[in-house]
């Protein structure tokens, strides 16, 4: 039989060009069920824009305020002096389209300097944040050889908060490490007093958490706080229950040996049969408040055996679950974790 060449050849370009078609076709269906997946796993990445998103900002806490959503810096006053709000609506509305970020305000903190000339070299910036009406309370942390913490207020006037240069609470650390501060606090209505956690809390500390009155005066009470591998670094209210982050890291040559120590081989159920030597976690917990406070595993976040790990620092809830912000490491990460 003998072929016509020119139909030969036009029967190949059609047949490549077919080809072509079910590859896009099949592209095109893989990336919707990869997007669609991610939203009902979800676990999604919320898009910043870029002055947020930069990991110089080193975010260390969150407050959900109203309708909106504060992320502080450790060190607002060493880059653009605030504290950024993002309204609820405008992160649903860049999940639901997966943009970014569009629209955001800036709160500037006044008064901070006067703290760090007092407290001096040792420090080391600000870790945890709470509103009530209009008061903004902050901590503080330090480096050693200092062996306390401190705890600030402020007034919010409009898009300001101006610090109250004579309220500075001492707060002394329950154990002297590296780097360890209270990096969690909340507010209680019921006891009408401020619930703060230190950043390490096994049992060798007699572990437990501080009540402090909202004037910033008085003696500080305690509750006994069920012992907790790993550090504490942020907690929220969740209706009657807080919800904590809960985070190791085991590539750090210094933090590990001082939270973790003979507990190195320790085998940790949410590392699904990895030891705490061998893999990073990060985890929310459940902490159950009643005479004294005791804690469960509620989800985990991530778990890495890498050297990089976001190191999560604030949360928030949000929706069906919580938000949560990273520092500068790895990078500057908002993310929305279905409970």
């Known amino acids: 039989m003998i072929r016509n060449p020119s139909n030969y050849y036009a029967s190949i370009v059609n047949f490549r060009?077919?080809?072509?078609?079910?590859?896009f076709t099949g592209l095109i269906i893989y990336g919707c069920s990869v997007s669609k997946q991610n939203i009902t796993s979800g676990d999604i990445v919320i898009k910043l824009p870029g002055e947020i998103a930069d990991s110089k900002q080193e975010f260390s806490s969150m407050y959900l305020k109203d309708d909106a959503v504060w992320l502080m810096p450790q060190y607002p006053d060493s880059l653009n002096h605030s504290i950024y709000s993002i309204e609820k609506q405008a992160i649903e509305d860049a999940i639901n389209s997966g943009s970014i970020i569009k629209e955001f305000g800036r709160i500037s903190v006044n008064g901070l300097k006067n703290f760090k000339d007092r407290i001096g070299g040792s420090y080391e910036g600000l870790e945890a944040v709470v509103v009530i009406g209009n008061?903004?309370?902050?901590?503080?942390?330090?480096?050693p050889p200092n062996k306390n913490c401190y705890l600030i207020r402020?007034?919010?006037?409009?898009?300001?908060?101006?610090?109250?240069?004579?309220?500075?609470?001492v707060l002394p650390k329950l154990k002297m490490l590296t780097n360890a501060g209270f990096e969690a606090m909340e507010y209680l209505p019921e006891k009408g007093k401020l619930l703060l956690f230190f950043e390490y809390n096994k049992a060798d500390i007699g572990s437990k958490a501080l009540l402090v009155d909202t004037s910033l005066t008085?003696?500080?009470?305690?509750?006994?706080?069920?012992?907790?591998?790993?550090?504490?670094t942020d907690v929220t209210v969740s209706g009657n229950k807080l919800l904590g982050i809960n985070y190791h890291y085991n590539r750090s040559r210094v933090e590990r040996p001082?939270?973790?120590g003979a507990d190195s081989l320790f085998v940790e159920p949410d590392l699904?049969?990895?030891?705490?030597?061998?893999?990073s976690m990060s985890r929310i917990i459940e902490i159950k408040i009643g005479n004294g406070l005791t804690w469960k595993s509620k989800k985990v976040i991530e778990i890495s055996d890498g050297i990089i790990a976001?190191?999560?620092?604030?949360?928030?809830?949000?929706k069906k679950g919580v938000l949560l912000v990273s520092d500068e490491y790895s990078k500057t990460v908002l993310k929305y974790l279905k409970l």
Do not use: H, S
């Open 17 to 23: 060009i077919l080809i072509c078609f079910f590859i």
């Open 135 to 143: 008061k903004v309370f902050f901590t503080i942390e330090t480096k």
């Open 154 to 169: 402020g007034t919010l006037q409009g898009d300001q908060i101006i610090i109250d240069n004579n309220r500075l609470y």
């Open 218 to 232: 008085g003696k500080a009470d305690t509750m006994l706080f069920q012992p907790l591998m790993y550090r504490l």
């Open 258 to 260: 001082e939270y973790i």
């Open 272 to 279: 699904e049969g990895k030891t705490i030597k061998e893999a």
């Open 310 to 318: 976001n190191n999560w620092e604030g949360i928030v809830p949000f």
